[in-house]
């Protein structure tokens, strides 16, 4: 069964005030919350520790 024309744009309009209301949310944020995260960076530190730690465990033997 197809949907009906009007239960598609009432979605669509719901939709559009969900974003609506997310897109004014975020401008509440404080500053530091807003900036994009450095991925990268969380895996390279992680690495590192997980290398550190199969290094002392290694050592410890």
């Known amino acids: 069964m197809t949907r009906s024309r009007a239960f598609n ?11 609506d209301e ?3 949310s975020a ?6 919350e807003t900036r ?4 990268i960076q969380k ?10 730690r199969l290094e002392m465990e290694e050592t410890a033997r």
């Open 9 to 19: 744009r009432f979605h669509r309009f719901l939709a559009r005030k969900h974003r």
């Open 36 to 39: 994009p995260i450095d991925h």
């Open 22 to 24: 997310v897109r004014n």
């Open 43 to 52: 895996l390279i530190e992680r690495r590192f520790a997980l290398d550190d």
């Open 27 to 32: 401008s509440v944020l404080p500053a530091d």
